[in-house]
């Protein structure tokens, strides 16, 4: 009796995804690096910090069902603490003249810069967490809300420290599709291991049904909060990326467009898979980019045609509306992608 | 409190409870948290003026008499909320609340976007009723004759609907259907005619609030719905989601704390006052995490 368990099968087909969906990651990244075009490779990076952020996002809105718009304030603290690390002292004088000295004479490298933006992240996750995940699911939700307009509001007055509502900027711009691409890699590695986790199963529990969850005994706020603090050391990361992606940070690049883009990514991919979340970010980074395009204008023969801006908002925001008419589970409706069971069983299983 | 300060606050926390009125209005028969209602206030200001992307604003709709205006931008908001549910909430009739949620706030963003493309992103100056800014003496303080008008007008509102959910048959419906839809249903009350209601009112606070947020600030901007919006939103949760007294007598609350903290704190610190307003919601829901009023059947027993 040498056969392998229905459940052993079902474990290893899972742990198949994110290495499929790394794999799908790095065929995205080299076929762009082929094609040798500077601006598609720029594109290619801001995907890929995408997918950290989102797939971040992800680890506590996919396994808790309940929706959070925080996660870009989380962002805005990655982004900040990596550059009050990073910067050079003398450009840190000028500009954010109201640092303690110990940020103020920082002069770190860019990944312990960027580990320190996701970890103050988590540690302010875990502090407000504690209060925000008391609340029910769609009460939790608006409680995040006022959570990002308080950090919008702190982020935006606090001159001496965070610029106030002027840009901070120099920031090193290192962030290649492969640096890129390392995060991403990891952020889905460890989104992977928490959905496969005592702690991620007992989430999803209480996020299809909270009363017989809570009637099994499990405690629906510690998971949540775990979940979140995790979530929030990525997205905090994320926001890392991002400024040094762009060089440039502000407050409101991290409020509600930002909000917004990773709720549609992942509403649009469908939350309630992993794959869903990779899947969502792919799909509208590519509808970005053609609209963005399209904004600048296209030339068809003889005429040149252009979309109004700010057209590209109001077009992903109806197909966001669209998917969730008419397919509210989102593109892959939950499902993850995985190889077929034959495929993981060994040679034992498949006499059965 | 010296009186000065009595008629700020009243005045702030009538705007509060007047938006937060209109958030709870349609959680109460759908359990939809409405994240475009912001949106729905900005659009009701940028409809009194004329499409244009130049800083100073041609007042259009806004030109006409109060006395007609008033009644026409009522008109606007409920139309629009109607609009709006009968093309975007109508067949997401059966979703979570959760995806409820994240359509409306699709919609916003949708109807911001809108608005950029037709009027520009700078703020524009709009003149409506500049003669309401006069002050008036009333006992030891001056009073501007608006915030009295403001005052005026959300008790008459607030009186005005608790008449119509207690006496009226459209009323009690709305109060069934928020109780238990499903029953609600049953016994005879029909879904669209009650959903549709709550709009059509919920669309006219929100033109109500703009209203007043224009003749107070005298600016139109793409963004003005969202502070108080957020605002309303925490209202409705502190006063235990689905409570319509609860949601009034928070927004007067948050409206009263909001001056306080404007009067009181020092300067420096003055420009972080909302996020100290946040911050002080979040503590009071560590407390009490079902809000202040909440009913009793809110909290699934297990």
């Known amino acids: ?352 | 409190m010296s009186l000065q300060l009595f008629f700020d606050a009243l005045a702030l926390g009538g705007i509060y409870a007047i938006a937060a009125l209109g958030i709870a209005l349609i959680f109460g028969v759908m359990k939809l948290v409405n994240f475009a209602h912001g949106q729905f206030i900005a659009c009701a200001v940028f409809a009194l003026i004329l499409p244009s992307t130049d800083a100073m604003a041609v007042l259009g709709l806004g030109r006409l008499p109060a006395l007609v205006l008033v009644p026409v931008m009522l008109a606007f908001g409920a139309g629009l909320a109607l609009l709006a549910e009968a093309l975007v909430f109508r067949p997401m009739r059966n979703a979570s609340p959760v995806a409820l949620m994240v359509g409306s706030f699709a919609l916003g963003v949708a109807l911001q976007n809108l608005l950029l493309v037709l009027y520009g992103g700078r703020p524009k100056a709009v003149s409506l009723w500049a003669e309401l800014g006069h002050p008036v003496q009333v006992g030891p303080a001056e009073v501007p004759l608006l915030q009295l008008i403001v005052i005026a007008a959300v008790l008459a509102i607030l009186l005005g609907l608790a008449v119509m959910l207690r006496r009226t048959r459209i009323g009690l419906e709305m109060r069934a259907a928020a109780e238990d839809f499903a029953m609600a249903r049953m016994l005879g009350v029909r879904a669209n005619r009650v959903i549709s209601g709550a709009f059509a009112l919920s669309g006219g606070l929100a033109a109500v609030v703009a209203l007043v947020l224009v003749a107070q600030t005298g600016v139109a901007d793409v963004r003005m719905g969202g502070q108080i919006m957020l605002v309303a939103f925490i209202a409705t949760v502190v006063g235990g989601m689905g409570s319509l007294s609860g949601a009034v007598a928070a927004g007067l609350g948050i409206g009263a704390v909001s001056a306080l903290l404007q009067a009181g704190l020092p300067a420096e610190a003055r420009p972080f006052r909302d996020a100290f307003l946040y911050g002080g919601v979040i503590l009071v829901l560590l407390f009490r995490p079902q809000g202040l009023f909440a009913s009793a059947g809110s909290k699934p027993r297990v």
Not at chain 1, 98 to 114: I, Y
Not at chain 1, 242 to 254: E, L, Q
Not at chain 1, 260 to 283: E, K, T
């Open chain 1, 1 to 352: 009796m040498n056969m392998v368990s229905q459940h052993r099968i079902r474990r290893r087909m899972a742990a198949t995804t994110p290495l499929l969906l790394a794999l799908l990651l790095l065929g995205f990244v080299l076929a762009i690096s082929l094609t040798g075009d500077r601006a598609l490779a720029r594109m290619a990076a801001e995907t890929l910090i995408r997918v950290t952020l989102v797939v971040g996002f992800w680890i506590f809105v996919g396994n808790s069902g309940v929706v959070s718009f925080g996660h870009a304030a989380f962002a805005c603290l990655g982004a900040y603490v990596s550059a009050w690390t990073t910067l050079k002292p003398a450009m840190k004088a000028t500009l954010l003249p109201g640092l303690p000295d110990l940020l103020a004479n920082a002069e770190w490298s860019v990944l312990p810069a960027a580990v320190a933006g996701g970890l103050l992240a988590a540690v302010v996750a875990l502090l407000t967490g504690a209060a925000i995940l008391r609340l029910s699911g769609i009460a939790a939700s608006i409680a995040t809300f006022a959570f990002l307009a308080m950090v919008n509001t702190i982020w935006a007055n606090w001159t001496g420290v965070t610029g106030g509502t002027s840009s901070v900027v120099g920031l090193a711009r290192y962030v290649s599709p492969w640096v890129a691409l390392g995060w991403a890699v990891v952020t889905l590695l460890v989104a992977a291991l928490y959905g496969a986790s005592a702690s991620g199963l007992a989430l999803r529990a209480t996020r299809e049904d909270e009363v017989a969850a809570s009637a099994s005994g499990i405690d629906r706020y510690r998971h949540r909060l775990l979940s979140y603090t995790l979530s929030a050391f990525f997205c905090g990361v994320g926001g890392a990326l991002m400024g040094h992606f762009i060089g440039v940070i502000n407050p409101d690049g991290f409020y509600l467009g930002l909000t917004f883009l990773m709720l549609a990514m992942l509403v649009v991919g469908g939350i309630g898979s992993l794959s869903g979340a990779v899947v969502g970010v792919l799909a509208l980074s590519i509808a970005v980019e053609a609209l963005v395009r399209m904004e600048k204008g296209v030339t068809l023969g003889a005429t040149t045609f252009a979309l109004p801006p700010g057209s590209q908002e109001i077009i992903i925001a109806v197909a966001m509306i669209l998917v969730l008419i008419f397919r509210p589970a989102g593109l892959m409706a939950g499902r993850e992608i995985m190889l077929p069971a034959r495929w993981v069983a060994g040679r034992h299983s498949t006499k059965n």
